[in-house]
């Protein structure tokens, strides 16, 4: 029961640490640049496409890869379009 409590304490800090999960979010503070969605959590993964301040996109889970937060979003104008952008250019309003 303790090792279950244990996992389960983890589970909800690592939801939690995101800031954001689950919902509706919109891309912004990139300026005249492009947020780039990737096939994965990192600079390493293949660009999908460049999304511009604004965009709005449904929000499904964050995870941390080498200390940047990454979110797996899909576009809400195109939902089958999914990736990996950093949570830093992400806001709820």
Request: hydrophobic residues 40%; proline residues 3%.
């Amino acid at each position: 029961m303790f090792r279950s409590a244990i996992s389960m304490t983890f589970a909800l800090v690592f939801v939690a640490s995101c800031g954001l999960s689950g919902g509706r979010t919109f891309v912004e503070g990139t300026g005249d640049d492009l947020l780039k969605l990737r096939a994965g959590p990192g600079l390493g993964f293949n660009i999908i496409v460049g999304l511009p301040d604004g965009t709005a996109l449904n929000l499904h889970e964050c995870v941390t890869e080498v200390g940047q937060r990454w979110c797996r979003v899909s576009l809400s104008d195109a939902p089958q379009t999914t990736g990996y952008v950093s949570a830093d250019y992400l806001s709820r309003s």
